[in-house]
Each structure stands twice: as C-alpha cells, then as structure tokens.
C-alpha cells in the first residue's frame, strides 16, 4: 500500500461523560484532498488532535507513509510532515507576520532570510503578505493565510485545515481552493475538514463521515448528492423552516449615519452605517468574521452609545441610551459570545434569566429580586427552546453550546421583543437545533417583530432573511432583497477578495 | 498522572468545606513551625486557640478581646469582600482606615471639650467620609482614566501613614500632652468616647456596625438586584455591560463603601479600644482584612466566622507571645500561609483531581 | 535651607544605589509579566530576599553568598505562587497578596535575632582608567558590581526578549496561552520559569536594600519598594529600557527628598517622605490618561489546558 500516506485504524479517544471518538479508521491516500465530514460535536477536531500530537488517543493506532504515528507533541508530528492550519486559536495578534510564522516552525532560518521565504512562498502560492504586519491588524482571511504559509514553509506532507473557508468571502474561497488544488499537484495530501457540502463536492476527491464519534460511512463527493452526505452526517432528516410570506409593518429600527470609533486594539470602527427596518421584517447582515459585526450588535444593544439621532426606536431617539433602557423600550438582543457575554459563565440558569429579564418580566420589587419568580421564568425558557438541562439550577457553563444559545434565545423570544437583534444565531448548534431557533426567528417576525440577525453563515441569511446586507471593515453595503441576489453579488457585497485580485497561482 | 478536570459547576460541599481544610492544614503546618522555633506544636495551638476562650486565668481577659479584634476585621472586610466580588481590587484598606480615624478624631477633637451627645455621631460621619474620599482617589483615577486601583490603593497607604505621623505629632497632638506625639485621649471624654456597651464582652459600636454590615451585605448580595449586578460584574464584565450595568458606577460604589466602612472601622478604633491617634495607631487591620474576605468565601456569613477566627488568632499569637515566647511575627506568617492554603484548596470547587495515565502515549 | 551641601556627583552616584534594588525587582516582575502572569508578591519576595540575604551575608561574612541565597529565597517563594496560580488555578491576585502578607510574616520572623547588626557590604569595584576618570569616575564608575549586574541584566532581559527564540516563545505564551498551547509549547513550564527567575531577581533587589543600600535589617525595610517596581513596569509598557529609566527616575525622587530632608528644604517632611509614592501615583495617572498600551493579552488570565 504505497499509495496510502496516513492509514487510522481503531482510534479511540473518551472524555469524562463523552466519547469523542469510537474505533475509527480509515485512509488517506499521497496527492488526494480527503474530506472529514461531520456536525458540530461528531469529534472531528478530537481526530485531527490526535493525528497532530496535541491528544493522545486512548485506543488504536496510525501509521504514516508505513512507519508508525504516535506523536507524544505537535512538535514531533511537524517534524514527520504533519501540519495544520487550525480554525481558532493559533495566531498571537500583539506578534508579526514572521514571528507568528517561526513560532509554528521547528527550525526556523534567521529572521531576514524568514522574511524573504514568507515573501517568496505567498507569491508562489497567490496569498500575498507584509512579514512585518502586526497579525492583530491583519483581516480574517489575511490570517489564516499566515497559517497556510507556517503550514507550507515546512513542505508538508499532509495539511490538515479545520474548516478554513468560514472566514472567508466566496471569493476568496475560490483563491483558497485554487491553492489546496495547485498543493495537491505537487503531491500533497490534504486532510479537509468541513461541515459544508457544496464545498466538500467542489474540491474533495474522497470523504470520511463522522456521526457522535463513529465513522459511519465513506463516499466519493463528486458521485454523490449533498442530500446523500446530509443524511448520513445527521442521521435522520429534520424539518427545514418554513417559507415565510409576511406583511411588512411600520418602520420599527431606523438607524441613520451610525458610526463607533474603533475599540481597543485591535477592534472593528463602524462606518456611517444606515437601514431601516420593518414590523415583520428579517434582515440579514453577511459578511467575513471581524468586520464589524461585535460591534454593530453592541451599539444597537446601548452597549456602545452613539451620536444622537443614530438609532432610533419606533420614531424616538434612543442612541444614548443604555441597554435597560432599550430594552424596556422593546428593543433586545443576543450577542454571539455565550458564554462570557451572553450569559454569564459561573451563574445558573435562574440567575442568567434575570441578566437581562430583570425589568420586562417584573421579577423585581423595590430592587429585591423575586427569586421564586425569577425561577418560573427560566423554566418556561427551558420548556418553551427543549434546552436540555437538568434545571434551571445549572450553572450556564455546564450545558452544551446548542443548548446554551436556545437558552439565550429564546430569554429574548420569551419576552416578546418589538425589535430583535442576533449575532450568530446557530454558532457552534446542531443541525435540528439550528432549524429549531431558525423557525423560533420567523415566528417571532411572523407575530410583527423586526429582526436583525448578523451571520457568517450565508445558507442561513438566504433562508431565513427578506433582505440581505454585508459589513465589510466596519461599512454596510446598502441591503436588497434576498429574491434578487446571486452568490457573485452576495461576494461582491461582502468585499470582495480583500486584495487578493492582485493575486495569481501560477499553473 | 494526576489531571485536574473542570467541574460543571462549582461544588458546594468544597465551598464550605475548603476553609475548614484550609484552616487544619495550616494548623498542621503551623505546628511544625512552631516546633522548629523551639515550642511543643501541639501547646503552641492549643495557646493560640484554646486558652484565649477557655484558659482559667487568661480567658476573662482574652474574651472580650475576641470583639474588640473581630469587630474592625469583619467591617473591613464586608466592604472588601463586595469589590472583590465585583472584581476591584482594593487593598488599601489600611490607608482608608487610618484616613477614617484622623477624620473621625479630627472633627471631634474640633469641638472638644463639648459633651454634646451629636459628637460622636458627627465623629462617625467624619469617619465614614474620609475613609470614603480616601478611597475615591483610586475610584475616580480608574474610572476616569483608567489607572490600576490596586497600585494606587496600595500607595496611598503610605501616604496615609505619613499624614498619620504628622497628625500625631503635629496637628492632632494632645496640647497637654507636655509634648509627647498622641492625640486627646477620647477614654477620657465621654461624648467622644466609643465604650463598651455591655461590660466585659469588649462589644462596642463598631462590633455592633459589624454585625449590622453583615446583614445588611448579605441581604443586598442575596437578594437585591444591585448585589446581583455586583456579582455579575465580578463574574462576567461584558455580561454586565450587556445587561445594562453601569461599570463605572460599581466601581465608584465598591471602592466608596470598602472605604468608608474602613474608615468607620478606624473611627470606631481611635475612640474605642486604641483611645487615641498616636504614630502606630494602625495594627494592619486592613492588611488582615483582606484575608478575612478570602477566607470567609466573600460570603458575609462566611466572613463572620472568619474575622473571629483571626481575631481569636491575633489574641492567641499574644498569648504565645507571653507564655511560650513565640515571635510575634510568627503569628503574621501564620495568617498569610492560612490564605495561602485557602487558595491552594480552593482547586476543589471548580476541579475534581482525576488519576490518569500519562496524556501522551 | 542650605542647597550647596547637596554634591552633584554623589547625587547621581547614590540616585544609582538608591534605584538599583527597584531596577532588578521590577526586571524580575516585567519578564514575569511578560509571559501573561501577574505576581502582586514583588513585596513579600523582596523582603523575604533582604533578610534571608542579609542573615546568610553575616553569618558567613560573605556578601556575594548572601545574594545568591536571597535569589534562592525570593525564588523559592514564588514557587509556592507558581504552584498554586498555575498548578491549583488559584486567582493570581488573590495569591500575590499572599505571598506579600506571608513573606512580610517570614521576614519578621527570621530577622528578629538579625536586628541592630551590621553585616558585610559589598566592595566598591576599582574599575582601573574608567574609575580614575574625573566626575564621571566617582558618579558611575565606582560602585559595587551589583549596581552593574543590574544595568548588564537590563541588556540581557531585552536581548533575550528581542533577538531569541526562547524570549520569542515567552511572549507568545503571554499573548495567548490558547494558541501557544495549540503549537504544542508548554505553558505551564514556561510561566513557571518566568516566575522562578522573577522571584529570584525581585530576592536579589531585596537584598540590595539590606546589604549595600541601607545596610541593615528593620522590620518592613522594603517599604512598599516592590509595588513601586510593579507600577514601573506598567509605566515602562513592558519594555526593558524603559523599566530602566523609571527605575532610576524613582531611584532620583527618592535621593533627591532625602536631600531636601537633609538640607532643611522649606517643605513639609510628610510631603516629602511621602513624594515617591505620590509621585508613583502621578505616574501611573499619567501612564493610564495616555493608554496601557504593550499589555500582554493574557495577563493575569488563568490556563487550564482542557483538552
């Protein structure tokens, strides 16, 4: 089997109350783009942990180009020609360019001569990038190119890429894709893991399915439908939202020339951002991770104030007000960060329900707290979003992520919001859970509400939304009507390539 | 391997159960030193917690001494405890406790030697308010500018020591005192004087406005929404500012009432059982304090027994002092390693310790 | 006031004893800082260093084996906060009063029998031409080597920090332990060392105070020494040469009010015994109106490696 570069037989890893992975196998050929399939949770980063030496498997073995793989650090899987470029977490935004790149090397040449290699390999590669830049100012898809070129600088043998292209533009998409291809022709496995089907038939020659930690089927992409991987990542089918056909109200939101300077060091400004929003309504704001987005949902939250005269709520000016006060004024929202922002890690269920219900739900009398009271209120949250939980007496730190954001969610719902703005909404969710809190959305908009929900998901803006917008660096292009767009305009919108135009991979 | 696991959630049991680990281990360990330091472990903790209560000759006088301690540590360290909470850390509680009791002195030595009975309320109200001011120089320079409140809390203590000296041999001093440094002595003049209330329990009104403290903080961080915003502050700073809590004005509140409490406390001391302000007036009340709020969990409740712990343990060090000629010193040392092994137990609320083979193969 | 009996070349040459023990104490903290841990101890360590090395230094007569036992002491303190912060998880600035509140209480209780003594002091270097250079001779040339190991310390620490690939690895263990975790560094090991050798550079400044600058034991002699050198480093924005300037811009104001003390100067003494901490004040103040800027993401942010 000289063919096969990395071969997994049996591995099996368990964690307290989970088993990451259960006795999967399979192979991965020299010069072919394997797809790991799976949702959320299905143990795909468990996986790759251990074929990279950050976990070490409980169970099973690998072997890689015939010898064995064991890699006790990531250290000893670099040197045997593994490399990754992760999704999160791995770039230090304080350090530049090159001092991000040698810090993911073994050896790394002397900075001047680093330099030049960094410039030489994303000329090579079409990923254009300044050594010298701070990685902090850099954008979402200028980042994960310094991964990429860590990744190459070490003439990989296999490249692992945790879903790469949710930071990315559809343009820039196409670029990265040019490049993983152009690496494929030089004889370089890669190891692709994704949860977005189009992508996987696009690009992968095989796929590897995960479901709860079992691999439970393999298939070629580009022989099979994306309704065939669906259901074998998911297992069952689930109810897709129902179409909506609603009447539009009066204008409910209406923010005018809205613009926040920048926030710390490395925050997003906005822009002289303008739209208006109708009863019933549901807008969607696109856009690559980072532009804007935290801090959109924090100045029409009152988390950031802004210029009088920027928001106003059912005609009243609101923009210096707090989040109290717009709340109670009808105006709620749900930041993307659960845990931390959201809701407050250490704190139960009960005392997450009165951070932000405290006023709309009576749950005070005189400042002291109905504790009683406050309780009913966060099990009827509970009820109402199926969150599984033992109790509202949990601490929010202890449910799943999908769990979590219905709890957070429908807090908002459950108070009947006139205006509703969501960040993320099926972040890090399942797939029925995610369909769950998408029709939870459209019933609210159905009973009148104006929503706003800012993703990255595209595939959810598109099924969920009446009209489409993109940030890009801090700007909102003008919202259309989601009937009216194609994926090229929705590209155009969101920014473009971010320079990468300038780029060309040579053939 | 040993492998620590994050709980789920913070185990209760471990809450309650640490401080008392805590509080044998370090008698454990402070009997060993005591041992080396030429005394017999077990008589060295049996002085210093025993015999203070129970001792035939000592305890009639220790056990009023038990308030008199306890009262000042617990005040301090109500008001602490609920910045600590909300995660403002102020430590110079020691600058704001002396700051209260030239404060407090100082508007009654003005009117001396009337025997109004609003003297001593005025002299309250002038404690309360210079612990307050002293500590609203660190809330103010964080809120506005953002300094660190604990570097400048910290130095303002020396500061406060300086003004102390000078108060006590300049401005304060005792115009018939034939020139030595020391205030009027306020045991001396009845509406300045801060008494016991009931004889020979060392109660005085500032034990009184400890126990009135701990109520009311219990109350406020249990049930009224500003203690829970508090608490979330502490807990999840952008969770707070989601939900509408006004950052600067906790930071103003918590800073405002840890110092005049401390202030109160420095008021109530000067009157009471110190009598006058003199160069060495403070006792690192507000140093200790800060264990105290560690090692009563923040929980006020927890606080009240843990002030009388390390008041028990400041009378027994004096004991050991006089009877097996401990160091004095070595009841500090003592103090510090019992938060040392707070800390060190506190693992177990928020991880389970897990025996695993090693992590890689 | 009498002015003229303040000799300019001794100002600068005491200004230099005066802001050395600061300068290796906030040397210590700044690396330590650095690497994403925040260790309130600078004080306890510093005291605890003073005494352990002034003890060692007379009973062996030997200065030099009293530094090294006090690196030894103050480093062997903050293994105790290195264990517990990055072992036990415990809050960083909870366990750095500790440490301060337990080593005032060690110190105390060591330098009990040590009080009133005199111990041996460091010699003065006769550095051969650049000492018998006139002014500049006696101002920097003429003192004891640990005024020059501190000045030659400043220049490594940057060294280290700028040109190597350990420093490299420490600053981004200080930035992000999640991403340094996920290249596979070890966090904890790295921050451990950061701390070791913050401990033992804030025991040699402590021992500095006792064995040269003042020399003697009292009780309490660090006298908030060590949280100046914690204010330093914030004033510095993290950058050795600038630890380095207000090291020895504190080392000024203190010499310089105990000048004005001495002389008889028109100004109240409490103002001017309290002038070095009003002023760290004024810094800070003015650091903070300008921005923390240079703040390593990840200071005083607990790691616990879950996966």
């Known amino acids: 089997m000289s063919d096969t570069l990395l071969s997994i037989r049996g591995l099996t890893k368990a964690y307290p109350g989970v088993v990451a992975n259960d006795d999967v196998s399979f192979d991965i050929q020299k010069g072919e783009i394997h797809a790991l399939l799976g949702e959320n949770g299905a143990g795909k980063s468990t996986l790759v942990k251990m074929i990279y030496g950050l976990v070490a498997p409980d169970k099973g073995d690998m072997s890689f180009d015939g010898a064995g793989h064991a890699p006790s650090k990531p250290s000893e899987a670099r040197q045997a020609g593994v490399a990754m470029v992760f999704q999160h977490f791995s770039l230090f935004d304080a350090l530049n360019v090159a001092e991000n790149v040698a810090l993911g090397m073994e050896n790394p040449p002397a900075p001047r001569d680093l330099a030049k290699r960094i410039r030489e390999v994303s000329e090579l590669y079409g990923l254009p990038l300044d050594p010298a830049r701070m990685v902090g100012t850099l954008s979402a898809g200028e980042r994960q190119r310094v991964e990429i070129i860590r990744c190459l600088l070490q003439d990989p043998r296999l490249l692992i890429m945790d879903e790469p292209t949710s930071v990315l533009t559809p343009q820039e998409v196409e670029i990265l894709f040019e490049t993983l291809r152009k690496l494929k022709a030089e004889g370089t496995s890669i190891l692709y893991i994704s949860h977005k089907l189009e992508e996987i038939r696009a690009l992968c020659d095989h796929a590897t399915i995960l479901r709860h930690g079992k691999n439970v089927g393999t298939c070629i992409p580009a022989e099979s439908t994306a309704r065939e991987m669906a259901e074998m990542m998911v297992g069952s089918s689930f109810a897709t939202p129902a179409a909506h056909d609603r009447e539009l109200g009066d204008v409910l939101l209406d923010v005018t020339g809205l613009s926040l300077p920048q926030q710390g060091d490395f925050g997003t400004p906005l822009r002289d951002i303008s739209f208006q929003l109708r009863a019933g309504e549901v807008l969607g704001l696109g856009g690559v991770a980072g532009n804007g987005q935290d801090e959109l949902l924090m100045a029409l939250s009152g988390e950031y104030l ?153 595939d959810e803006l598109m099924e969920i939304s009446d009209r489409f917008g993109a940030l890009n660096e801090g700007r909102l292009s003008a919202p259309r009507p989601v009937a009216e767009l194609d994926m090229e305009q929705i590209g155009l919108m969101m920014g473009g390539a971010h320079g990468m135009e300038v780029a060309h991979v040579e053939h | 391997m040993i492998r620590l696991e994050k709980r789920p959630q913070p185990s209760q049991a471990w809450t309650t159960f640490s401080p008392l680990l805590a509080v044998f281990l370090t008698m454990v360990v402070g009997g060993l030193l005591f041992g080396m330091l030429g005394a017999s472990p077990f008589e060295a903790i049996r002085t210093i917690f025993w015999d203070p209560l129970f001792h035939p000759n000592f305890a009639a006088y220790s056990r009023p001494q038990l308030l008199v301690k306890a009262g000042p540590l617990i005040l301090i360290a109500i008001g602490l405890s609920i910045g600590f909470k909300a995660g403002i850390w102020n430590i110079g509680a020691e600058g704001q406790y002396i700051m209260g009791a030239i404060c407090g002195a100082g508007a009654g030595l003005a009117f001396y030697p009337s025997e109004s009975p609003l003297i001593f309320p005025l002299m309250l109200l002038a404690g309360l308010a210079g612990g307050w001011a002293w500590a609203m120089i660190p809330a103010v320079l964080k809120t506005r500018l953002g300094t660190n409140e604990i570097l400048v809390s910290l130095m303002l203590v020396y500061v406060a020591e300086t003004i102390l000296a000078s108060a006590a041999s300049g401005f304060l001093r005792n115009p018939e005192g034939m020139g030595f440094p020391g205030s009027r002595n306020f045991k001396e003049w009845g509406a300045a004087h801060n008494g016991e209330l009931i004889a020979n329990t060392g109660m005085h009104w500032g034990v009184v406005a400890a126990f009135i403290a701990v109520i009311a903080a219990y109350v406020f961080l249990s049930r009224h929404i500003q203690g829970f915003n508090v608490r979330l502050t502490g807990e999840a700073p952008r969770a707070a500012r989601f939900a509408g809590v006004n950052p600067t004005r906790v930071v103003l509140f918590c800073l405002g009432l840890s110092g005049a409490l401390a202030g109160a406390a420095g008021m109530f001391e000067a009157t009471g059982p110190a009598g006058q302000i003199s160069i060495d007036f403070n006792a690192g009340y507000g140093f200790t304090a800060i264990i105290v709020a560690f090692l009563g969990r923040l929980n006020p409740i927890g606080i009240l027994l843990a002030g ?17 000629s401990l160091p004095g010193a070595a009841i500090q040392l003592f103090q510090g390693m019992l938060l040392f092994f707070l800390l060190a137990t506190d693992v177990f609320t928020n991880y389970r310790i897990r025996l695993s083979r090693k992590e890689a193969a | 006031m009498d002015l003229s009996s303040i000799n300019p070349v001794l100002l600068v040459a005491s200004i230099m004893v005066s802001a050395t023990p600061i300068l290796l104490a906030a040397m210590g903290e700044m690396v330590v800082e650095k690497s994403g841990v925040l260790n309130l101890g600078v004080e306890g360590m510093m005291i605890t260093g003073a005494v352990v090395g002034f003890a060692v230094a007379v009973n062996t007569t030997s200065p030099m084996l009293g530094f090294v036992a006090a690196a030894i002491a103050g480093a062997a303190l903050s293994l105790a906060f290195g264990f517990l912060t990055q072992f036990l998880l415990s809050n960083q600035v909870a366990t750095g009063l500790g440490l301060t509140l337990a080593g005032l209480g060690l110190s105390a209780l060591i330098g009990k029998p040590y009080e009133g003594m005199k111990s041996p002091t460091l010699p003065k270097l006769d550095i051969p031409v650049l000492g018998d250079l006139p002014v500049l001779g006696k101002m920097v040339f003429s003192h004891d080597i640990m005024v020059y190991f501190s000045l030659a310390l400043v220049v490594a620490v940057w060294a280290f920090l700028k040109h190597t690939r350990a420093g490299l690895i420490l600053r981004a263990v200080g930035e992000s332990h999640d991403s340094a975790h996920a290249l596979g560094y070890k966090v904890v090991r790295v921050r451990l060392i950061a701390i070791l050798f913050g401990g033992a550079c804030s025991g040699l400044g402590g021992a500095y105070l006792s064995l040269v600058r003042v020399p003697q034991w009292t009780e309490g002699m660090t006298a908030g020494a060590g949280w100046i050198a914690l204010a330093i480093v914030v004033f510095a924005s993290w950058r050795a040469g600038r630890v380095l300037i207000g090291a020895y811009l504190f080392g000024g104001v203190t010499v310089l009010q105990l000048n004005l003390q001495a002389a008889g100067a028109n100004v109240p003494v409490a103002l001017l015994s309290a002038s070095p901490y009003l002023i760290t004040i004024l810094v800070l103040v003015v650091i903070s109106a300008r921005g923390n800027h240079g703040a390593p993401a990840a200071l005083g942010r607990p790691f616990h490696a879950s996966h």
């Open chain 1, 306 to 458: 802004t210029e009088a005269g920027s928001v106003a709520l059912k005609g009243a000016d609101v923009s210096r007000h707090g989040p109290s006060a717009r709340r109670n004024a009808g105006l709620l929202s749900a930041p993307e960060e659960r845990l931390g922002h959201a809701a407050a890690p250490d704190m139960s269920l009960t005392e997450n329900g009165v951070l932000t219900a405290a006023e709309r739900q009576n749950l005070t009398s005189n400042g002291l707290i109905n504790w009683g009271k406050a309780q009913g209120f966060a099990e009827t949250v509970i009820k109402t979003f199926d969150v599984r939980t033992p109790g509202p007496h949990v601490a929010a730190r202890a449910l799943s992520g999908g769990n979590l954001q219905k709890y957070v969610v429908g807090r908002e719902i459950l108070q009947d919001p006139e205006v509703l703005v969501i960040n993320q909404p099926t972040w890090g969710v399942d797939a029925a859970a995610a369909a769950s809190i998408r029709q939870a959305l459209l019933d609210l908009a159905a009973k009148g509400a104006a929503i706003v929900v800012i993703s990255q998901d595209l």
């Open chain 2, 308 to 324: 009388l712990l390390m008041a028990l343990t400041y009378i027994g060090g004096e004991l050991a002092q006089l009877m097996l």
